[in-house]
């Protein structure tokens, strides 16, 4: 774009504490612009073969009641066009090859396509029409000849839309029945007098459409529409004669679409459903190839690269190879908006714009978040490519009707390490995974033979030990070998510490009451040890009273009697005075006499 079209002094200037050093230069913010609309209504073509790029804007007004086809030129509005419905999709396309390569723009609204060439109506594409539910017919035919009562004719159509939302396998009412079944008794009568003579249709509408290169995949070259319907239908135009080339089922309404390749070598479709999952088609697939579960609504969705991006309402980006497998999802600061792809031909940067709820658009290469832009309003829409004669540019509206235009910047490069959230780029960096050895491969087969024993045996295995450890928590729950007792009236706790490298040890038993408010006292403390290795200076002696919450240390010295270097256990017992049982019971693991050995 031209700088002259598109001055970066402009009085409203986009990026209002955006930092010096963006690598988006602000062309231009206009917050009135009245353009209301979404990603799917915008495009940008050059409409008269002379390099210069038009905005194409598919408005939607700000009642929903004006809807005009506008297109803008630098900063002006260049033309408009009074729509008769509601647009979903707006694309340039080229019908025929000739030497001057002018596209065409598509304009899906309602079951039509209006075919603007030089910004002039050239042709209307309609829908073909669905079947009409027989009932119905006979319905309107008696009352065409007067022989149904008003009354009767309400309750037959009411019955044949039950059973058509029950059954499935009908055709639902038409637009001419269900408006009448919505009319009170005296608006009735005049409807039917003003509609019985008109042919009873059923007519399918566009939801969403792109499009498809036909044979080649340069950008002066023929492109075929891809449209989503109402009916659950996708399908595939020819752009010269607008004859029906591919008529696919998808099992549920489309809201969103993408493609990829040619239609004469190979293509793929993603669809994206009201049912929260996402279809990929094939060429000369009669049905979708594979299905993606999503864990909410689709936002938007595109194809980057060999891979699927798609934004939910769940504020994730999530990630998915062109057979259905999920590769990462990235969570996202707010609700995404919309979704869009950046094609940078130049450094062959291929990323996704996020645009959020939080007044910022988000920059993604692969799950790595490499810039941040900052808007003055809600973006309810985007669009990057080449506007007037600057390759790179990204215009977006917003959801009060403001337009923004920025520039990248010729030297801006973008860095996984630009934006200071997002996945670490450790994450990306793959793992050097070894090849499969004979070992491996062996040890695989085995496990897909045997695999049945095998579990039976860990099972039986698992079982073992789950018994050994229960039998061994039981035994010395009945000896008080805990070391804190179990005794709902002596609630004790001990720890022993050994000082001293020998051949003289302190030993210190801790001893704590963990009662809250009670008291213990009568406790007796006594020793069990081998008579030839140790000697204690008080085997036997009485604690004091164990005032809740105090830790008692309580010691003696142990002597050790050999000359061999050896060491054994010593038992501590915890008891009540006339009590046969212990109440606490400890093994301390005596070392070796060191100071023995040396001598």
């Known amino acids: 774009m031209a700088a002259a079209a598109l001055p970066s002094s402009s009085s409203g200037a986009a990026g209002d504490g955006i930092q010096a050093n963006s690598k988006w230069l602000d062309a231009h913010y206009d917050p009135v ?40 030129h630098g900063m002006d509005l260049l033309s408009e066009n009074v729509l008769l419905d509601l647009p979903t999709s707006v694309a340039a396309f080229l019908m025929e090859r000739h030497e001057l390569c002018v596209p065409a723009v598509g304009v899906a609204a309602g079951p039509y396509i209006y075919v603007y060439k030089n910004m002039r109506p050239y042709f209307r594409y309609a829908l073909p029409p669905l079947e009409v539910n027989s009932t119905e017919k006979d319905v309107w035919e008696q009352a065409k000849e007067d022989k149904v009562d008003l009354l009767s004719m309400k309750e037959t159509l009411e019955m044949i839309r039950e059973n058509a939302d029950r059954e499935n396998t009908e055709p639902p009412l038409s637009v001419q029945s269900l408006r009448f079944l919505a009319l009170d008794p005296p608006e009735m009568e005049s409807f039917v007098n003003q509609y019985k003579m008109q042919p009873l249709k059923r007519q399918s509408l566009i939801t969403c459409m792109t499009t498809l290169k036909k044979s080649v995949a340069d950008e002066g070259s023929i492109s075929c529409l891809v449209l989503g319907t109402e009916n659950s239908d996708i399908i595939i135009l020819d752009p010269e004669p607008f004859s029906m080339l591919v008529q696919t089922k998808v099992p549920s309404v489309p809201a969103f679409l993408d493609v990829t390749g040619q239609y004469d070598v190979e293509y793929r479709l993603i669809v994206a459903c009201r049912n929260g999952c996402i279809y990929i088609l094939r060429r000369n697939s009669k049905r979708h190839k594979y299905c993606i579960e999503l864990s909410s609504q689709a936002v938007g969705l595109s194809w980057v690269q060999k891979n699927i991006v798609v934004a939910c309402s769940d504020e994730t980006l999530q990630s998915f190879t062109q057979k259905g497998k999920k590769l990462w999802v990235v969570p996202l600061p707010a609700t995404p908006i919309t979704l869009s792809l950046i094609d940078e031909k130049f450094q062959s940067f291929h990323a996704v714009l996020v645009a959020l709820a939080n007044m910022e658009v988000h920059i993604y290469q692969d799950k790595n978040l490499v810039n941040i832009i900052q808007t003055q309003d809600v973006v309810s829409s985007i669009c990057f490519g080449r506007y007037g004669r600057e390759d790179n540019t990204l215009v977006m509206t917003t959801k009060g009707g403001g337009l923004i235009i920025k520039i990248l910047k010729r030297t801006a490069t973008f860095d996984k390490r630009d934006a200071v959230v997002g996945a670490p780029v450790a994450q990306s960096i793959k793992l050097n995974v070894p090849k499969k050895t004979k070992l491996y491969v062996d040890q695989t087969l085995r496990e897909r033979e045997s695999g049945v024993a095998m579990h039976r045996v860990f099972q039986t295995d698992l079982s073992r030990i789950r018994l050994m450890a229960a039998r061994a928590y039981a035994q010395a729950l009945q000896c008080n070998m805990t070391p804190v007792s179990e005794s709902a009236q002596e609630q004790l706790k001990m720890n022993a510490v050994v000082q001293g490298m020998g051949p003289t040890f302190k030993l210190t038993l801790n001893l704590q009451n963990m009662s809250d408010t009670r008291a213990v006292a009568n406790l007796l403390i006594s020793f069990l040890y081998d008579e030839k290795l140790y000697s204690i200076e008080h085997p036997f002696f009485k604690t004091p009273m164990l005032v809740p919450g105090l830790n008692y240390p309580l010691a003696t010295f142990v002597e050790c009697l050999s000359e061999q270097g050896t060491s054994d256990i010593i038992k501590v017992f915890v008891l009540h005075e006339g009590e046969p049982e212990p109440l606490l019971t400890a093994h301390i693991n005596m070392p070796v006499s060191e100071g023995l050995a040396a001598v």
Do not use: Q
Not at 38 to 58: N, P, W
Not at 63 to 69: A, D, N, P, R, V
């Open 33 to 72: 612009a009245s353009l209301y609309t979404f990603s799917s209504c915008v495009t940008l073509a050059d409409l008269h073969g002379d390099g210069d790029c038009k905005l194409v804007v598919g408005d939607l007004g700000p009642t929903g009641h004006e809807m005009k086809l506008k297109v803008y």
